[in-house]
């Protein structure tokens, strides 16, 4: 069964760092394109930024320049810097792996940020 467990969340204030972390178990890390979600209070849940197998990444307007996401196949984990947060970044994040033999998703149980002064 495979399994994500986000880490690394908290409280920053605006324009701090924080770095989450998601380790992925159960199943080869590289058959999964990897991906991070947020959910703002009152919000749907809105794609941030994705892996590819290969590396390839892709980000949201609303992060770009600020978030970096990378994987690191040894360690079966996937990251997302965020640099520069503002108020606006403050949701639930959540990990997300997609199998790309089969299409099946997997989620995390997400980890707070929450930026404030």
């Known amino acids: 069964q495979v399994q994500l467990v986000e880490s690394g969340g908290g409280l920053v204030q605006p324009g701090g760092s924080l770095k989450l972390s998601c380790a992925v178990s159960g199943s080869p890390f590289s058959w999964y394109g990897m991906a991070w979600h947020r959910q703002a209070p009152g919000k749907q849940r809105e794609l941030v930024a994705t892996?590819?197998?290969?590396?390839?990444?892709y980000y949201v307007d609303s992060v770009k320049g600020r978030f970096t996401i990378a994987r690191d196949n040894a360690k079966n984990t996937v990251y997302l810097q965020m640099n520069s947060l503002n108020p606006e970044d403050t949701a639930v994040y959540y990990c997300?792996?997609?199998?790309?033999?089969?299409?099946?998703?997997?989620w995390g149980q997400g980890t707070q940020v929450t930026v404030s002064s």
């Open positions: 997300n792996a997609r199998n790309v033999l089969t299409s099946a998703h997997y």
């Open positions: 892996i590819s197998t290969g590396g390839s990444a």
